[in-house]
């Protein structure tokens, strides 16, 4: 099973910017969807964004539109998260996760659902805060 390590969290103040880094390890197959989850205290997880690694169609969700950008390296594995212009509200910890789809790629992605994900990192705190 592919496995997922996040990390570039931290604490930044409004307006700022950080970038996630997601590596997997494993298969190099295509038909992988990766996404990044949220969840806050007392909070349920959330999607806020998720790729195709074959094609890098995009999801995001409504909050984040116009301030996260999703981008993939294929040669390196990699998915990164640009997160610019942040606001206190997107305070939790941030997990990527990553699932095998060969038949229903595109809608994996464009629902950006925790549950049709199996295979989940660590988690990586940030932290938006005056």
């Known amino acids: 099973q592919v496995q997922v390590v996040e990390s570039g969290g931290g604490l930044v103040q409004p307006g700022g910017s950080l970038r996630l880094s997601c590596v997997a390890s494993g298969s190099t197959s295509s038909y992988y969807a990766i996404g990044w989850f949220r969840q806050a205290p007392g909070k349920e997880r959330e999607g806020v964004s998720c790729?195709?690694?074959?094609?890098?169609?995009?999801y995001y969700e409504d909050s984040v539109k116009g301030r996260f950008t999703i981008s993939r390296d294929n040669a390196k594995n990699t998915v990164y998260l640009q997160m610019n212009s942040l606001k206190p509200e997107d305070t939790a910890i941030y997990y990527c996760?990553?699932?095998?789809?060969?038949?229903?790629?595109?809608?994996?992605?464009?629902?950006?659902?925790?549950?049709?994900?199996?295979?989940w990192g660590q988690g990586t705190q940030v932290t938006v805060s005056s």
């Open positions: 790729i195709s690694r074959r094609d890098g169609v995009t």
């Open positions: 996760a990553i699932v095998w789809a060969p038949y229903r790629l595109r809608t994996v992605v464009a629902t950006c659902q925790p549950t049709d994900f199996d295979s």
